[in-house]
């Protein structure tokens, strides 16, 4: 099952790889591009995973129903 801290250690995980991306970009080292790819695949996941943490329980280990 889903711990809520599970949820946390991936969101701030994703949120530190679009910052630590963002200054990859900034900085010249990778393409505009490869950093847009970047956030178009992790945002989703990032906000569904913040979605689920902000539901989860902490006392119980389930897995809660946000809706469609």
Do not use: N
């Not at 906000?47 to 902000?54: E, N, P």
């Amino acid at each position: 099952m889903v711990k809520k801290k599970h949820l946390a250690m991936v969101v701030l995980a994703l949120a530190a790889m679009m910052v630590f991306g963002f200054s990859l970009e900034y900085g010249g080292y990778i393409p505009l591009w490869f950093y847009e790819a970047f956030l178009v695949g992790s945002f989703p996941v990032f906000v569904l995973c913040t979605g689920l943490w902000w539901m989860a329980r902490e006392h119980d280990e389930d897995t809660p129903f946000i809706g469609y």
